[in-house]
């Protein structure tokens, strides 16, 4: 990895008309604290009862967002897991015990085009600039991998790095995500969360990545933000994940 300056990229899951109210309080706080860009992925049509293309509120709560200098990136389409019931052990326990969410997981080459197209169409309807396709639960089938290398997106991820498209080349770029559905989960989670951020403290940039039922309860609401506040004082620039992975393409480019 090239050196560039230290980074922490703040990233909101699963954002959409019915989540967004769950992420409003907490933006708001991040916002406080000065220009604070962050990377907000975007789901189309949540759970398939959440269609952004009808919802001009939601849709210009983006646009605001936008204008303050975020990225929106696309985020699966329904993110739901639709397909047929999973057949082997493998992927029973990756589609109902990992999670119930990996929409892109079982889609096949065609099925995967038809909705990351969709997703593509959406963003431009709206005018939304679009760089990355970051699939739920960071779940991609050898379909979805495959028609990511022809679709005009400059990057996806998985919960350690992020890929340059269309070669998949991995860059870096450690996370920290909650599990914060239950007490018992969110005090495991703070104990995990503890330990990574010290960890990653010579990492050229730190994920965080929250979601929407972090906001619902105050414990991990206030540790993300003041985990966020830590690292932006402990020198760390907050950047979007596109702005990122041009700086380091660009350091990249600079040092051959």
């Not at 991040?30 to 049509?45: E, F, K, Q, R, W």
């Not at 939304?128 to 739920?136: E, I, R, Y």
């Not at 770029?173 to 503890?194: E, F, H, T, Y």
């Amino acid at each position: 990895m090239v050196e560039t300056e230290r980074s922490v990229l703040l990233v909101l899951h699963d954002v959409s008309p019915e989540t967004w109210p769950d992420y409003q309080p907490f933006v708001e706080a991040v916002d406080a604290l000065g220009a604070i860009a962050m990377t907000l992925l975007v789901v189309p049509d949540f759970h398939k009862r959440n269609p952004i293309v009808t919802d001009a509120w939601f849709q210009q709560e983006m646009e605001r967002r936008l204008g303050r200098g975020d990225e929106l990136a696309l985020h699966g389409y329904y993110h739901c897991d639709d397909s047929p019931a999973p057949r082997t052990p493998r992927d029973y326990f990756m589609r109902r015990i990992f999670t119930w969410e990996g929409e892109f997981y079982s889609l096949d080459r065609d099925q995967a085009l038809t909705r990351l197209h969709a997703g593509i169409q959406l963003f431009a309807r709206l005018d939304w600039p679009l760089h990355g396709f970051v699939a739920p639960a960071w779940l991609m089938s050898p379909g979805t991998r495959e028609v990511l290398r022809e679709l005009p997106f400059s990057y996806t991820s998985d919960p350690q790095h992020l890929f340059t498209l269309p070669d998949f080349n991995p860059i870096d770029a450690p996370g920290i995500v909650w599990s914060a559905r239950s007490a018992w989960r969110r005090g495991v989670s703070k104990l995990v969360g503890d330990r990574l951020e010290q960890k990653f403290q010579t990492a050229p940039t730190i994920r965080l990545g929250l979601h929407p039922v972090d906001m619902r309860h105050s414990f991990s609401r206030n540790y993300w933000l003041q985990l966020l506040q830590r690292l932006i004082v402990n020198g760390r620039t907050p950047m979007t994940k596109a702005d990122w992975l041009t700086t380091q393409l660009t350091a990249v480019r600079n040092a051959a």
